[in-house]
C-alpha cells in the first residue's frame, strides 16, 4: 500500500468494464492506487459497480477506441491530469476463430485490426501526452503475436493483429528512442475469461498479482519490453 502522506500513484486503464481489465482496475485499487478506467458506451458496467465501492480512487469513462475524436476528447476531459501508468487493455477475438484468411470477411478482417491493432496504438500516443515524463506506457500484447513462436498456426486473424500491435509498438518505440518512459508489450497468457474461454487453464484470481507486478517491476526500466506475465522476454 502506499504511504499515505504521499500522493498516490496513478493509473490510466483503456478497456475495464469486464473481464482482465476489470480485474486489473480492482488489483491497482488494492494496492493502494488511483485508476481512471474506461468503458465502451454509457451502460452500466462491473466497473461502475466497482467505482461504488471505491469512491473518490475509481473513476469511470466512456471510450470507444475504434474512434479517434472519442480519444482526443478523453484527452480534453483529463487535461489537466497526470498518470504513473497509462495501460490500453482494449482488444477482441475474430467471430470465427479457425478461419483462414482466404475465408475472413473484409468487414470483420478490418473490425478486429481497429480494434487489436490501430485502436490501441492511436490510444497510447494520444493519450501518451497525460502519462508523466518517466511513466510506463503499456499495451495488452498475446503471445500468439509472436511471429517467431507461431509453429501451430491456427487463430490467423487475431495473432495477426497481436503481431500488427507489436510492430506498431516497436515503430513508436524507435521514433522516441532515448526518452526515459517504459514501454511494454505484455503477453498475459491463457486466461478463463469471456474473450479466453471456459478452456483456457488459469483464473483471474491466479493471474491478476502477477499482471499487475510485471507492470510495477517494468516501470522504470526505459526502452521496449515484449513480456508475459511471469517477466520473461517473448520472442519476437
Known amino acids: 500500500m502506499n504511504d499515505p502522506t504521499q500522493p498516490c500513484a496513478s493509473m490510466l486503464l483503456i478497456g475495464a468494464s469486464r473481464g482482465i481489465g476489470h480485474a486489473m482496475a480492482a488489483e491497482f485499487l488494492r494496492r493502494g492506487w488511483e485508476v481512471v478506467g474506461t468503458v465502451r458506451g454509457q451502460g452500466r458496467t462491473p466497473l461502475h ?5 471505491h469512491p473518490g480512487r475509481l473513476e469511470v469513462e466512456s471510450l470507444d477506441i475504434t474512434q ?3 480519444i482526443l476528447a478523453l484527452r480534453e476531459r483529463l487535461a489537466q491530469r497526470r498518470f504513473d501508468v497509462l495501460f490500453v487493455n482494449a482488444g477482441t477475438a475474430n467471430r470465427e476463430r479457425d478461419h483462414t484468411m482466404a475465408q475472413v470477411r473484409d468487414e470483420e478482417f478490418a473490425r478486429v485490426m481497429a ?4 485502436g490501441p496504438m492511436r490510444a497510447l500516443e494520444i493519450l501518451g501526452a497525460l502519462l508523466g515524463p518517466a511513466g510506463l506506457a503499456g499495451v495488452m500484447s498475446s503471445g500468439q503475436g509472436s511471429v517467431a513462436n507461431n509453429e501451430q498456426g491456427g487463430r490467423d486473424l487475431y495473432r495477426a493483429s497481436k503481431a ?5 509498438m516497436r515503430c513508436h518505440a ?7 518512459r517504459s514501454l511494454l508489450l505484455l503477453a498475459p497468457g ?6 479466453g474461454g471456459g478452456d483456457a487453464p488459469f483464473t483471474l484470481e491466479q493471474t491478476l498479482p502477477d499482471i499487475a507486478q510485471r507492470i510495477l517491476d517494468t516501470r522504470g526500466k ?4 515484449y513480456l508475459d506475465r511471469m517477466g520473461r522476454t517473448v520472442p519476437w
Do not use: F, K, V
Open 49 to 53: 459497480d466497482l467505482a461504488d465501492t
Open 174 to 180: 524507435a521514433r522516441h528512442a532515448g526518452s526515459p
Open 68 to 70: 479517434a475524436g472519442q
Open 222 to 225: 526505459p526502452g521496449l519490453h
Open 164 to 168: 500488427a500491435l507489436n510492430m506498431l
Open 115 to 118: 480494434t487489436n491493432a490501430l
Open 190 to 195: 491463457w486466461i478463463r475469461t469471456e474473450l
